[in-house]
């Protein structure tokens, strides 16, 4: 079965460092999200993309965020200048168009990140 | 804004059936999913209703009303790897993210 996945598992990083999320969509989707859990709490969302541009970004996805989509098949989260409260869980999710592939959304395994 | 509700936590005995409600403020509504997760891992997609009524996929059902802007999933016959946290999502259109509610744990007990 296809599935998103995501890399590094687990990123330790200093305040005020630059980080880079990886994620790898189902090859056939056309809508992706990133999303983020801080531990303990409900998930939330941060950005989507599709056609490559953003169609929509919350509030937490402020000028120290972008996403980009190198190529054909890479999905990036970038960090500028990470704070301690940017620790949590990072989900990459995406979804097909058409019928049952318009709304469920696959989710990649998450990227742990920790702040110190 | 958006807003979904949760019971925080329920507990079950295996081979039950339990039932977890989710009450939504939204604006903009195509249908309400269903994510299950387990500790440490992603949200996996459950159900999704987008009419009024109930849902079924085997053991899992979901039921929505939305003129009451409610919903529940309801697990049969419990089983011990059910124990996880359920969360409801809004979702609000094509190419639309999930607001997601704030979860139930459930911890399903022998």
């Known amino acids: 079965e296809p599935e998103v996945t995501q890399t590094p598992s687990h990123q330790v990083t200093q305040m005020g460092q630059e980080v880079i999320l990886r994620c790898v969509p189902i090859s056939n989707h056309l809508y992706f999200y990133w999303y983020r859990q801080i531990l303990g709490q409900k998930v939330e969302f941060l950005v989507s993309?599709?056609?490559?541009?953003?169609?929509?970004k919350s509030e937490i996805f402020d000028d120290q965020f972008s996403v980009e989509r190198p190529d054909g098949s890479n999905f990036t989260l970038k960090i500028r200048s990470t704070k301690l409260e940017d620790s949590a869980m990072y989900f990459c999710?995406?979804?097909?168009?058409?019928?049952?592939?318009?709304?469920?959304?696959?989710f990649g395994p998450g990227t742990r990140l920790t702040v110190t | 804004g958006q807003s979904l509700e949760q019971p925080s936590e329920v507990t079950a005995v295996e081979g039950a059936i339990v039932q977890m409600n989710c009450t939504y403020q939204?604006?903009?509504?195509?249908?309400l999913s269903w994510y299950q997760q387990h500790d440490g891992g992603a949200p996996t997609f459950l159900s999704y209703n987008a009419l009024d009524g109930l849902e079924e996929t085997g053991r899992f059902s979901s039921f929505l009303s939305r003129s009451d802007s409610y919903g529940y999933l309801l697990l049969q016959e419990l089983q011990m790897k059910d124990s996880a946290s359920y969360f409801c999502a809004v979702y609000t259109g094509t190419a639309s993210k999930l607001t997601f509610g704030t979860g139930t744990r459930l911890q399903v007990t022998l």
């Open positions: 939204t604006s903009g509504f195509y249908g």
């Open positions: 999710a995406s979804h097909g168009s058409g019928g049952a592939s318009s709304y469920e959304q696959y």
């Open positions: 993309f599709y056609n490559n541009e953003i169609s929509e």
